[in-house]
């Protein structure tokens, strides 16, 4: 199973935005991502919700496919040439004050003339895969690993999901059969509040 994904005309150098695709090729989806959050480069944020989108892309109309199974098989950077960033119209609207701080969008020409810089681009693809081939030459099992079977218990097990499951008697009748059965109980004689005093006088 193969997904694409692709991050068009990305504002950055493809020779920079190279620097940081090499270190991911041939990875694990995991440790790519892994890779790509303590990269401190620039495109490292953008490539990484690429590669997350990738994933997404596999995973859609219930696929199955697990996420850690995938590898980075490819990943392309094209240059998509360079461009300007602003137009003359808008240059002419910023004030000068916001010229001095910002970023040169031009530089002055010959005869009063304005000539604008501009910026290179780029284009980037990524293809994860989980083809034993693929996943062999990234130094990984042909095979995912798969989930641990839950094991079938023994007697002893059988023994206590029986005992579990046997019906008990209700508690009204348990309480209700002992005072059936039983003698009634004489009552209680009621205690004198003062104990009476014997009829002749002590000498």
Same mark, same amino acid.
């Given at each position: 199973?193969? =997904? ?23 990875? #694990? ?8 959050? =303590? ?44 461009? #300007? ?64 079977? &839950? ?10 999901? &029986? ?13 209700? =059969?002992? &005072? ?24």
């Amino acid at each position: 199973m193969e =997904a694409v994904a692709r991050l068009r005309h990305y504002r950055g150098s493809a020779q920079k935005v190279r620097l940081v695709v090499d270190l991911i090729r041939m990875k #694990p989806v995991g440790r790519a991502l892994a890779m790509l959050r =303590a990269t401190p480069k620039g495109c490292a944020p953008d490539l990484k919700k690429l590669l997350e989108s990738a994933v997404a892309n596999a995973q859609q109309n219930g696929s199955g496919v697990d996420a850690d199974a995938l590898v980075v098989s490819r990943i392309l950077v094209d240059g998509a040439g360079r461009k #300007p960033l602003q137009r003359n119209s808008m240059i002419r609207s910023v004030s000068n004050y916001k010229k001095r701080y910002a970023r040169p969008r031009f530089m002055s020409g010959p005869q009063g003339r304005m000539w604008l810089v501009t910026r290179p681009f780029c284009h980037v693809t990524v293809h994860l895969s989980d083809d034993p081939v693929v996943r062999r030459k990234a130094g990984l099992a042909a095979e995912p690993a798969r989930p641990v079977a &839950k094991k079938k218990g023994g007697k002893v097990a059988a023994a206590v999901a &029986k005992a579990a499951a046997r019906p008990s008697a209700p508690k009204d009748a348990a309480k209700s =059969a002992p &005072k059936a059965e039983g003698k009634p109980k004489a009552p209680r004689a009621a205690k004198s509040a003062k104990a009476p005093e014997p009829a002749g006088g002590q000498e």
